[in-house]
């Protein structure tokens, strides 16, 4: 069984707390937050947790196997390298890093000591996403032509990361995982309408090797909550709507196609529409599936789903997305990354 830290119990942190609380993996927690606030309420809630606002206490405690950092994502980076420093196993919620060399040293770290390092993709986890995955690898949708996705709310600004930052690393996890291969060239564009150098809309543009293109549309700034992928194939296409609470995910047979015509004048178009099935989903909680993964990780000895390279590729296209962002949409050229050892 794991003893697990949890480091940060502001927004995020208490729903880790509670899985971990009911894991059978897990046999104590601890928390720690500056906010003393913060680690009373957790505390009364959970009597039995250990408690501290000293991060040092729990990342060099001899008898804590795990941490799982919750923290701004500027902290991130300083505290998982504490961690694995001292021989703890590492979950870092996302975004994994701000940086991909940072990214880089603490996956070359964690493998020179032989310890998990996890991202917190909880999407990864969802039965929606987990199924789309199987619909594409299995080709029901043939060749994917484009995947379009939208994610906008009004709210919650931040005043110390971006829109791509804080609400892009949830659609990048999902089209990483479904294509299972990075962007080749990257573009965006935004604009930081409310908080001067914070930007609050962006349009995030990407090209794939295979012949795909993706298009993110992220937003603080929108009169409704939006949550809906749209994903064309050869062969059928599908839609993901994460706000919907029955049939998340519709495939639609519908489709064209094109022939060359046998006679000049010839109509060279022909268009398909068929039946429209959602498909059934499992039912449990993504969150629960990520923190058993990563207690299960431990245990067993093996890589998450949802591991620290997971994390540095969603960091990479973040970067080129930003540096597009700052040069008026200039299209940034992503390198092939060797497996960082």
Same mark, same amino acid.
């Not at 720690?32 to 680690?39: E, I, N, Q, W």
């Not at 870092?92 to 964690?110: N, Y």
């Not at 962006?202 to 939006?226: D, E, N």
């Not at 949802?306 to 040069?327: M, T």
């Given at each position: ?10 927004? #995020? ?164 995982? #479904? ?40 937003? #603080? ?20 709507? !994460? ?15 094109? $022939? !060359? ?79 960082? $050892?």
């Amino acid at each position: 069984m794991v003893r697990v830290a949890v480091l940060g119990v502001g927004y #995020w942190g208490p729903n880790l707390v509670r899985n971990l609380i009911e894991n059978p993996l897990c046999s104590e927690v601890a928390i720690c937050d500056l906010d003393v606030g913060a680690l009373g309420k957790i505390a009364r809630r959970y009597p039995g947790v250990r408690v501290t606002s000293e991060p040092r206490e729990l990342l060099e405690a001899p008898d804590i196997d795990a941490v799982m950092i919750s923290t701004p994502p500027k902290s991130h980076f300083e505290l998982a390298r504490r961690a694995l420093e001292h021989g703890k196993h590492v979950f870092v919620e996302k975004p994994f890093t701000l940086a991909s060399d940072d990214g880089r040293e603490l996956i070359q770290l964690a493998r020179r000591r032989q310890r998990v390092v996890m991202v917190g993709h909880t999407f990864e986890y969802s039965p929606p996403v987990r199924k789309i995955g199987e619909i594409i690898r299995r080709g029901e949708l043939g060749k994917i032509f484009y995947i379009s996705s939208t994610r906008v709310n009004l709210g919650l600004h931040q005043k110390d990361s971006s829109v791509l930052w804080d609400l892009g690393p949830h659609d990048l996890s999902m089209l990483l995982y #479904w294509l299972d291969e990075m962007p080749t060239e990257v573009m965006a564009t935004g604009k930081d309408f409310v908080q001067p150098g914070i930007p609050d809309v962006a349009f995030l543009f990407m090209r794939f090797g295979s012949g795909t293109i993706a298009h993110v549309q992220v937003s #603080w700034l929108a009169p409704s909550k939006l949550r809906r992928t749209t994903i064309v194939g050869s062969s059928k296409m599908l839609v993901y709507d !994460d706000t919907q609470n029955i049939e998340q995910v519709k495939i639609f047979d519908k489709g064209v196609s094109y $022939r !060359d015509p046998d006679t000049f004048g010839e109509y060279q178009l022909s268009y398909r529409t068929g039946d429209i099935v959602s498909p059934r989903l499992e039912t449990y909680e993504p969150l629960q599936a990520e923190v058993t993964d990563f207690l299960q990780s431990i245990v067993e000895g093996r890589e998450p789903l949802a591991s620290g390279d997971h994390g540095l590729r969603v960091v990479r296209v973040l970067e080129a997305a930003e540096r597009s962002l700052s040069n008026s949409g200039h299209t940034e050229i992503l390198a092939a990354e060797a497996h960082a $050892r």
